[in-house]
């Protein structure tokens, strides 16, 4: 059975408090497990809850980790400096970004682990660790067949889409709508997935203050999902200033938008799990 978990759901900066204890104040990390591959989506800081679970889960046992960035935005990749994983010989880590960032996929993550800000090296730490760019938008992890697609974000950022042996999973946590059509392509990605986790940062009066800022709308993602006929719609990224009461009024929102057809809507909650061969929604 492949199996969704939360860890980190919010967006460009960690958010602790207990205005934000019921959603999660961890910036984006998903796991996806299925047939004994584990697939991490972003390295977010709710990369280092995860960590956590995994050196309990496994161990002394050898561990093996593909990790799948979006894009090197630092709220997608500051947990990977506190990923027990990395720090352990047995862990065997594959990183893969798109081709293309201004300072390269490697620059990017080994900048973040300089002295100047922090006091590990990324040449130093022990686990076995590969940096891949991918060229090709469609390759194979184990039982999922990925496919990156180009986000509407600043900079170099993608989204995927996981085939997997038991549904489809789409994760776009930073990407804003595009209008005058040219979000078809965006409808067809996501066609009859699963599960969409999709950017829903801002209300619309929000969003018209933030256009152009690369981030979605709660609005906009409820009518894309409906469009591309998805089964459950995932809230994501979202903003640092939305506590659990507003979350809790933007999802009322997105379900009265929704109506009462096939289409459920959530907000992305850290510690989280869904078991996709359970047939969600």
């Given at each position: 059975m492949t199996r969704l978990k939360f860890w980190g759901v919010r967006g460009s900066i960690p958010t602790p408090g207990p205005g934000t204890v019921h959603y999660g104040g961890n910036t984006s990390c998903v796991e996806v497990r299925g047939d004994g591959e584990i697939v991490i989506?972003?390295?977010?800081?709710?990369?280092?809850?995860?960590?956590?679970?995994l050196m309990e889960e496994f161990k002394d046992k050898p561990l093996n980790l593909t990790l799948l960035l979006t894009h090197t935005h630092w709220d997608h990749i500051h947990g990977l400096p506190f990923f027990a994983p990395v720090y352990n010989s047995k862990c065997r880590l594959r990183i893969l970004g798109s081709v293309g960032a201004r300072k390269g996929l490697v620059g990017a993550l080994t900048g973040q682990m300089e002295s100047t800000y922090f006091p590990v090296p990324f040449a130093k730490l022990p686990g076995n660790i590969d940096v891949e760019e991918f060229k090709e938008l469609n390759f194979d992890i184990g039982p999922f067949c990925i496919r990156a697609k180009r986000a509407n974000h600043p900079g170099l950022c993608v989204g995927y889409r996981l085939t997997t042996p038991d549904g489809v999973i789409c994760f776009f946590p930073d990407t804003e709508p595009?209008?005058?059509?040219?979000?078809?392509?965006m409808i067809e990605f996501v066609r009859d997935a699963d599960v969409l986790i999709l950017d829903s940062q801002y209300d619309a009066v929000e969003y018209r203050a933030h256009m152009g800022w690369g981030h979605g709308c709660v609005d906009d993602s409820v009518r894309l999902a409906l469009q591309a006929g998805v089964r459950t719609l995932y809230l994501f990224h979202h903003d640092p200033d939305h506590d659990d009461r507003r979350m809790e009024e933007l999802v009322g929102s997105a379900r009265q938008m929704a109506g009462a057809g096939t289409l459920k809507v959530e907000a992305a909650r850290e510690g989280v799990t869904i078991d996709l061969g359970a047939k969600i929604g």
């Open positions: 989506l972003d390295a977010g800081t709710g990369l280092r809850l995860l960590g956590r679970a595009r209008t005058g059509g040219q979000d078809r392509d």
